[in-house]
């Protein structure tokens, strides 16, 4: 794999410091062994569920929102098409595809709505948790620790593998941590923000 496009970090053991790992994947680590380098022998080995934490703790926070999108929409199209968790994946996608505060915070109401035990409502919730200030916005700002989106979006991907046919989480991992690897090179991306063009002004003829 070559280096992730999403991942900031030159070597794996920087993020993997700050990652909940087994000892299996801990003891893959080595020095100046590359991100993309480790997400192989994670792989290889079948350590999919370690891949997927160390990819969320490794990956820019757009990039983390956006795969747990994915994998949510993945997972359970038609529940995650309709009503409440239909609202709070669109806020996410939105705020994913041009981030604002003003879409961040509209995440934190959807979330609530969806629920933040829900797949769907922990993925709004990673997007809330991204950046700016906690409280409302007349009140001092209170900033998110800064490992808060990536725990949310590992959540939003865990549930999201149990919410349907639970037996089958293994291999919903597989796949998850796939995507999540697309994802991390740039080839899964989010769509441009649509912008609405500035008027035309009038050609003047000249006399």
Known sequence: MSDPAFIN???AAEIGSRTEMTPAAAALLREGLAPGAYLDLLASGGLHLDGIRFLARGMIKRAA?????????TADPEGSATGPAE???KAARDWVTDPSDERRR????????AGIDTPAGCTAL??????????????TAVPPREDLTARAATGAIL????????????EKHATFFAIGREVAEG????????RIPPPT???????
């Open 159 to 170: 549930l999201a593998a149990v919410i349907r046919q639970p037996e089958k989480a293994p």
């Open 65 to 73: 929102v956006w795969w747990a999108c994915r994998c949510v929409a």
């Open 187 to 194: 080839k899964d991306t989010w769509p441009s923000p649509t």
């Open 87 to 89: 609202s709070a994946l």
């Open 106 to 113: 509209g995440c934190w109401a959807a979330a609530q709505e």
């Open 9 to 11: 970090e030159r070597f």
């Open 126 to 139: 990673a997007a809330f948790l991204s950046e700016g200030s906690l409280a409302p916005p007349e009140l």
């Open 201 to 207: 002004r009038p050609t003047v003829k000249k006399r």
